[in-house]
């Protein structure tokens, strides 16, 4: 057995390692799209033989157009899902599956190679942020091989009470952790370029420090024994540029979030497992979750903006993608790495929440529009692109070919042939397999060999929770192809989407406003069209109606999808990660919940309860200054901020706007003094703001930094 | 211990001034997390005594404001005596002695000595100094710069026309027109 340790193997590798030979990838592909190609072909040609009995008129003609795109990306998803069953069934395991590259004795060795744990974040709730952190800290501690890991929280926030919540958070979470050297802490001052940006500026600040790179999302949470194991895939394959796993949702509470999260866990490793089969080493890096090597991410992934202005133009949004084409450009593998336990991420909580992620992404994706002939790329990167752009754009095609099948129905021409009646009832059938027969196989699957849960109650209940996810899923189809639809549109005429954080949980309940505000259209839509078709025929109306049906209840749909009523208590849509909870999010869960029973102060000193310490507390503001880098104070700029400081002392933080706050966070004379000028004033000079602050704020926790984290000090043999 | 002596008679100020700078002057030291009390009210005196001359000199401040710049002239003295070998700004210096203070759990073991100039212990001196924090370890700067992507003949072509068509509005609308002409009169022929 070789006493070298991981790190110092790398050179007795072929450096091509881990990019699969040309040949298995060429035949996997020519299997897969073969099929795919067949599969659309049969599609467009019985689709051509039912339209073209009486001749093709120009609106037969477009449903056939719209319908060939729509019909591939149907056959892509089908023959994705049953080559993912077969390779997860067939006796032996993938040759080209990434674990095999490690053998027993490989996790035996320690690592020594460098690696820089990630974490950008924008806004996010500071307490899920840094709890989710600790989490994977520990787990990685547990693991004996942390001693080259190095954690980044890399802050864009721009609003002043959250960044100070991050600063002293950091302060408190290394203290507690005893990871001080471990743990770093950096705020941009500019956020050029958003989470790409952020990414490039650790990369060219530390990234020469490090071999790899694990980039993490604010609501990430990885184990450390996956961890590890990424790290010595990487060093086992010198070839690859990216391994990205697959995260699998977690911690949903509301009805959408857990039926996505179980839909996800159910039919997401053969979709995985399937996609690996034909990606091979042109795989995609979906922005987090997954390892990079540093050296070659910095010589050629950094991102070009692309011509004119946004929406088209611009700063690339989706990054991820372009990233791993460039890197694959470079001559690196981009990898999948099966993997159902130690990979976790959130979702939107609320249809309203997941469709601002997808306008942001969709016009992320519509942008590689550009890129798909540029010159130089990998024939299955621009693939992965026209797969990107057409998830959103086939929903477009969609609502067209809802509109021309409206408009056929209004002028309907016989069909008599037996041939054509023929062709239709087999596209039909053909169409029905397509759409239902990866789930039916799936769940066949699941019933046989209990790959989620051993025991047999488990099992049919997640046969049952398959029904219901679909019916869910068949309501929100409809509305979501109105909004991608609408996305793609906005896109294209050059409304762009701003940088917004996304939420993960929701307080209160159903906020019924913004629904009605958000969905009032669609079930408009819904009605009208359903009017029309009654005008068109009764056939033709009983033929669409279960999508006028959904697009009419969309508000009462979104609301009961928003609801924390989502099936618990009867054992629905249960995941593994629900009924046992792994390490590392058990760890998270439990400090959540400590913080929950903490006592808050009253809203408005909660709301702004970084700013009211930094200014009050004497240690936050000392740390507050001592993380600010010092630069000059020009004459003009300081009578401003000495007017709005007064401002502040006099009127309360509700009187500045984020811009003025953030701008005397920035200052080092002017946030020491605003601490003494606020404690030196009388009562009467003070805003209420800050006359409550200092007969409440001692009262909110017993150290000054530990309002938003729970108080789990590190026990010196502590294992988890 | 050092005694606590209440003796405390302001030449100028109200009463109520002074019971209110009194006050101000707990809430902040409790801002410090010392939870001895006794300390904490030796603090407070020695500082509103010391306010208490500074206001004879100037009325026109508040005793409660004289009590915090007081409060911050003995931080400032006690720290500049701890970190006198580095080269700090005031605002740097008190930023860095607090945090120090905190870091090296001064407020849990050394509550006393907190502000005592006189008989500092050595080894809190020695923990704050090394306490010293930075946001993020040495720095490795290296050059990430963008590659031109040669995004091809296509889209040279397409991005002509958008800004052909971006800098004619005439021309935008009479593609625009046309397009909606066409569908219109088509289903016109159709249903007409």
Request: glycine letters at 6%; one cysteine or more.
């Amino acid at each position: 057995m070789s006493a070298a340790p991981i790190g110092s193997q790398t050179a007795n590798i072929a450096m091509t390692a881990g990019m699969p030979p040309k040949h298995v990838s060429r035949t996997r592909r020519a299997t897969f799209f073969s099929l795919v190609g067949l599969g659309t072909i049969v599609g467009a040609w019985l689709s051509y033989i039912f339209l073209s009995e009486n001749g093709m008129r120009i609106s037969e003609w477009a449903l056939l157009f719209v319908f060939i795109p729509l019909y591939y990306q149907l056959n892509v998803g089908f023959w994705t899902a049953l080559f993912g069953v077969w390779l997860m069934n067939r006796p032996k395991p993938d040759p080209l599956n990434l674990w095999l590259s490690l053998s027993a004795d490989d996790y035996e060795q320690p690592i020594t190679a460098s690696t820089a744990i990630i974490m950008p974040v924008f806004n996010e709730d500071v307490t899920r942020v840094y709890e989710g952190l600790r989490s994977i800290y520990l787990s990685l501690e547990a693991t004996g091989q942390s001693k080259h890991f190095d954690f980044f929280i890399l802050s864009d926030s721009d609003k002043a009470s959250q960044w100070i919540e991050e600063e002293t958070a950091w302060l408190e979470l290394c203290r507690q952790l005893k990871a001080f050297g471990r743990i770093f802490y950096r705020r941009r001052r500019k956020q050029i370029n958003r989470k790409s940006g952020n990414v490039s500026d650790f990369c060219r600040r530390w990234g020469k420090r490090y071999r790899y790179m694990v980039v993490l999302d604010a609501d990430s949470l990885m184990s450390g024994a996956l961890l590890t194991s990424m790290v010595r895939i990487m060093e086992k394959n010198p070839g690859i540029g990216i391994v990205q796993t697959f995260p699998k949702q977690i911690a949903a509470d509301t009805l959408l979030g857990r039926v996505m999260q179980f839909a996800q866990a159910l039919y997401g490793p053969p979709f995985m497992a399937g996609l690996d089969y034909w990606q091979c080493g042109e795989a995609n890096f979906w922005g987090h979750n997954a390892i990079l090597r540093l050296a070659p991410f910095i010589e050629h992934c950094a991102l070009p903006p692309l011509p004119e202005n946004a929406p088209f133009g611009g700063h690339i949004l989706s990054h991820d993608f372009v990233e791993a084409a460039l890197m694959r450009k470079a001559g690196y593998a981009v990898r999948l790495l099966p993997t159902t336990r130690g990979s976790y991420e959130e979702g939107p909580p609320t249809l309203v929440d997941m469709l601002k992620r997808d306008r942001r992404w969709c016009q992320g994706n519509i942008q590689h529009f550009w890129l798909l002939f540029a010159k130089g790329w990998h024939p299955m990167s621009r693939i992965n692109f026209l797969h990107g752009i057409l998830s959103y754009v086939s929903s477009l095609l969609w609502f067209l070919f809802l509109v021309l099948a409206t408009l056929l129905a209004a002028t309907p021409t016989p069909h008599v042939q037996p041939q054509a009646i023929l062709a239709e009832h087999i596209l039909l059938g053909v169409t029905a397999m397509l759409i239902f027969l990866p789930k039916t196989v799936i769940l066949l699957d699941e019933v046989i060999t209990g790959r989620m849960f051993k025991p047999l109650r488990l099992r049919f209940l997640t046969a049952f929770s398959s029904l219901m996810d679909t019916v869910v899923f068949t309501l929100m189809a409809p509305v979501l192809m109105i909004f991608h639809s609408r996305f793609v549109v906005y896109t294209v005429i050059g409304k762009s989407v701003s940088w917004v954080t996304q939420r993960r949980k929701i307080d209160g309940g159903v906020n019924w406003s913004e629904i009605i505000f958000t969905f009032l259209s669609v079930t408009l839509l819904g009605i009208a069209w359903a009017v029309i078709g009654w005008y068109v025929s009764t056939k033709f109306l009983i033929w669409i109606s279960p999508i006028l049906f959904s697009l009419a209840i969309s508000i009462l749909m979104a609301a009961m999808v928003s609801s924390s009523r989502s099936g618990r208590r009867l054992g629905l849509f249960l995941t593994p990660e629900e009924h046992e909870p792994p390490t590392v999010l058990k760890t998270m869960q439990q400090n959540l919940e400590e913080i929950k029973d903490r006592i808050p102060l009253s809203p408005e000193l909660e709301r702004h309860y970084g700013l009211m310490q930094v200014c009050l507390d004497p240690y936050v503001n000392g740390l507050h200054v001592s993380l600010l880098r010092r630069r000059r104070t020009i004459g003009v700029s300081d009578t401003y901020l000495k007017e709005i400081s007064h401002r502040l002392i006099t009127q309360g933080p509700q009187s500045l706007n984020a811009q003025e706050l953030k701008a005397l966070m920035h200052d080092t004379d002017i946030v020491t003094n605003l601490h003494y000028r606020i404690w030196s004033a009388a009562d009467h000079e003070l805003a209420p703001f800050w006359a409550t602050a200092i007969r409440q704020y001692n009262l909110a926790s017993t150290s000054p930094f530990a309002h938003t984290l729970a108080k789990q000090e590190l026990e010196p043999a502590a294992t988890l | 211990m050092e005694a606590v002596n209440i003796q405390f008679a302001p030449a100028t100020g109200t009463e109520e001034e002074w019971n209110e700078a009194y006050a101000r002057l707990a809430d902040y030291f409790r801002s410090y997390q010392l939870h001895n009390r006794i300390r904490r009210t030796q603090l407070i005196l020695e500082t509103l005594r010391n306010a208490a001359k500074a206001h004879a000199q100037d009325p026109t401040r508040t005793p409660t404001a004289h009590s915090i710049e007081q409060a911050r002239l003995m931080l400032r003295e006690w720290l500049g005596s701890i970190y006198s070998d580095l080269n700090l700004s005031e605002a740097q210096l008190e930023a860095t002695g607090r945090l120090g203070f905190h870091l090296a759990g001064g407020p849990s073991r050394w509550p006393q000595f907190f502000l005592d100039e006189k008989n500092m212990p050595d080894d809190m001196a020695e923990a704050m100094r090394s306490a010293i924090r930075t946001s993020g370890p040495g720095m490795q700067v290296s050059k990430m710069t963008p590659r031109d992507i040669d995004l091809g003949m296509f889209t040279d072509v397409a991005d002509d026309t958008f800004d052909r068509l971006g800098r004619h509005p005439i021309l935008r609308y009479s593609v625009l027109i046309i397009i909606v002409g066409s569908v219109l009169g088509y289903l016109y022929s159709l249903f007409g």
